[in-house]
Structures are given as structure tokens and as C-alpha cells.
T-cell receptor
Framework: DGGITQSPKYLFRKEGQNVTLSCEQN?????MYWYRQDPGQGLRLIYY???????QKGDIAEGYSVSREKKESFPLTVTSAQKNPTAFYLC????????????FGDGTRLSIL | RKEVEQDPGPFNVPEGATVAFNCTYS??????FFWYRQDCRKEPKLLMS???SGNEDGRFTAQLNRASQYISLLIRDSKLSDSATYLC?????????????FGPGTRLSVLP
């Protein structure tokens, strides 16, 4: 989706390090989401935010943290407490209108060295 | 029981075949339903929303049965380019706001 930018595309982390994944959107959507996808599996919700300065834990929030200081930005930090962080991370926004469609960024692949 | 379940797959079909995907969801309060397509190592993209009356978009037809909590996707005259993983997605409303629950996906391979 052209309106959502995730960076970096590929990220390598040493064990014990915190890393932050960036998600920026210019769609003017209020709601933003972070998902994790493991090989051959569906998406699992990490955190989501319906509005600036507010966010909620998803199903697998342990070892992750987020912030929502601006409408356009919803960064995800993968902390050293996340013992199995290797995965494909997807950021999404949701249409504010009646369709409720989600739009996804290109994703970030995180690997542990 | 998983909230959203799909056919385990993979489905390997010849070009021109008709393929049907099934999805069931456990939360009867779910409000909106979608099919997404995900190509290998790419982000999911919306294929179509699913309406109670059923809806069609070219070769794709989606059906919803709220009583049975069942959603389907039919692909007619399948093309090589239809090869992908198809994700069933259910939208729920909780005290905080809107949430989306993804099924595990069903992989389709259309063979020449």
C-alpha cells in the first residue's frame, strides 16, 4: 500500500538487543495495528491503537511495546524479553469510513543473528 | 477452538478449475467479513468484502451465512496468477474498538 511505509524491510538483531520497527502512514486513518506472521501461519495481533495517545494489547503483546504520539506514526519496539522475535511484522491501518477495510505496509522481516 | 478456521490446504488445481474455500468463525457478534489475498513473502491485500446477501466480483464470489457462522469464497476459471494464500478475516467490536481476527489461510497453487 502506497500510503503506509514500513522500515526497514529487513532487520537483523543480536540476542539481547531492543529494536524498533517504523510504521508511517499518510492515509489520515485513526486506527493502526501491528501483526506478527510466522511461516505458514496467519497474522496474530500484537498491539493496536484506535486514536493518538492510546493503544491496546493484542493477543501476543508480551515482549513488545508501542507508542502513538502522532496520528501518522505507530512504531513497534521488539524488546529483549521477546524470546522468539524472528518473524514477518506487518503494520496496518483501518479505513475510518463504512468499509472498515485494512491497508497493510510492505512488512519488515526480523531475524536474529 | 480457534476463532477463525479455514481449510488447511494446500489446494493444487489445474488452470480453469473452480475452487471453493471455506471459513468458520466462533464469535457470533462479529460484524464484518473479508477475504484477503497474500502472495509469498508479501503483505495481505484485500480481495473482497463479504456481504450478507453474497457478492460477486468477476470470477470471485463470496457468501456469508451468519446463522452457521460460515464464509465462503469461490474462484471460477482459475488462472495461474490466482496462486496465493487466501486469508479469511473477521472484524469484531470490543470495548476498546475495532479488531480484526485472521484465519491461518489456505494456500492455492494453480498448475498449468
Amino acid at each position: 500500500d502506497g500510503g503506509i511505509t514500513q522500515s526497514p524491510k529487513y532487520l537483523f538483531r543480536k540476542e539481547g538487543q531492543n529494536v524498533t520497527l517504523s510504521c508511517e502512514q499518510n492515509l489520515n486513518h485513526d486506527a493502526m495495528y501491528w501483526y506478527r506472521q510466522d511461516p505458514g501461519q496467519g497474522l496474530r495481533l500484537i498491539y493496536y491503537s484506535q486514536i493518538v495517545n492510546d493503544f491496546q494489547k493484542g493477543d501476543i503483546a508480551e515482549g513488545y511495546s508501542v507508542s502513538r504520539e502522532k496520528k501518522e506514526s505507530f512504531p513497534l519496539t521488539v524488546t529483549s524479553a521477546q524470546k522468539n522475535p524472528t518473524a514477518f511484522y506487518l503494520c496496518a491501518t483501518r479505513d475510518s469510513g463504512g468499509t472498515l477495510n485494512q491497508h497493510f505496509g510492505d512488512g519488515t522481516r526480523l531475524s536474529i543473528l | 477452538r480457534k476463532e477463525v478456521e479455514q481449510d488447511p490446504g494446500p489446494f493444487n488445481v489445474p488452470e480453469g478449475a473452480t475452487v471453493a474455500f471455506n471459513c468458520t468463525y466462533s464469535n457470533s457478534a462479529s460484524q464484518s467479513f473479508f477475504w484477503y489475498r497474500q502472495d509469498c513473502r508479501k503483505e495481505p491485500k484485500l480481495l473482497m468484502s463479504v456481504y450478507s446477501s453474497g457478492n460477486e466480483d468477476g470470477r470471485f464470489t463470496a457468501q456469508l451465512n451468519r446463522a452457521s457462522q460460515y464464509i465462503s469464497l469461490l474462484i471460477r476459471d482459475s488462472k495461474l496468477s490466482d496462486s496465493a494464500t487466501y486469508l479469511c478475516v473477521v472484524n469484531e467490536v470490543n470495548n476498546y474498538g475495532q479488531n480484526f481476527v485472521f484465519g491461518p489461510g489456505t494456500r492455492l497453487s494453480v498448475l498449468p
